[in-house]
């Protein structure tokens, strides 16, 4: 896997990832398609990701809870808004309350995912776009709530390998 | 009504309109040269092959992003860019990167694992 490009547009609160993988395009697809796959890359190391459900056509839901180390969960959500297999999806996701359920106002971000074929693999491409910097400081403060904790723990690990 | 879009359950359709006014050269326009100092809405109609109302749109849309703030000057509106906001965007921005390097080292490593496995 390498990651190829990265195009970060403050201005209109958009980003997009491209990476490369050394596999054919209808694997990089199971990873999205296939809930049990899903939920091995979606979270944080330390928050792996249970997908409760997982609808997987246009206009369907997905619910899913993340677990902390301490057992804490985190509940999000995603809705499909196009599939065409195994070339393109676009979803909305974001986060629910603690026990999952909906929160009113809570904003939602799109991404666009692109897989294509190259000659020696495949290319996935995602564009995310958040409504107002409003919503995507609440989107990517919560994530980032709980990828830090992660990184905090990785550092703990590195000062008890260096005692 | 953009952020009305949000808080429901956002409809397909409005979904696809939102990602096309997001990747509006005109409005990236707009930012950037408001960013240099202000500009009446006037002045910066006069800059675009459109109508003025097509561009007080475009400058609306940017101000409920809370990329631009509007202020009232005698008879004049001025548009300017708020730096802060961009600057935030932008630190906001670098954190997603992190979560979505994280997410596909993970891809790259569940497909290095299935090797084998599918063929």
Known sequence: MTVTAIHKDPENLTMSFTAEFD?????VWKLWEDPRLFEKWWGPPEYPATV???????????????????GEQYHGWSRFIAIDAPSSLEFGDGFLD?????????????SRVDITAT??????????????????????????????KGSLGQVDDLLATMA | MYNQMVVDTLPDEEIDLLFHALADTTRRDIVKRAMAGEH????????????FAAVQKHIAVLERAGLV????????????????????ASRLL????????????????????ETGADT
């Open chain 1, 23 to 27: 596999a054919t395009p209808e694997r």
């Open chain 1, 98 to 110: 603690d026990d999952g359920n909906e929160v009113e106002g809570m904003p939602t971000m799109t």
């Open chain 2, 40 to 51: 009446s809405v006037s002045g910066l109609a006069r800059g675009y092959a459109m109508s």
């Open chain 2, 69 to 88: 703030t509007k202020t009232q000057r005698g008879r004049e509106r001025l548009v300017r860019t708020d730096i802060a906001a961009i600057d935030q």
């Open chain 2, 94 to 113: 670098d954190q997603f990167e992190e979560l979505w390097r994280r997410r596909v080292d993970k891809m790259g490593e569940i497909l290095a694992l």
């Open chain 1, 119 to 148: 000659g020696s693999g495949t290319r996935m491409v995602i564009t995310t776009t958040f409504p107002t910097l409003d919503a995507m400081n609440q989107l990517i403060e919560m994530g980032a709530e709980e990828g830090m």
């Open chain 1, 52 to 70: 409760v459900t997982h609808e997987f056509i246009p206009g369907g839901n997905v619910r899913y809870y993340m677990t902390g180390p301490d």
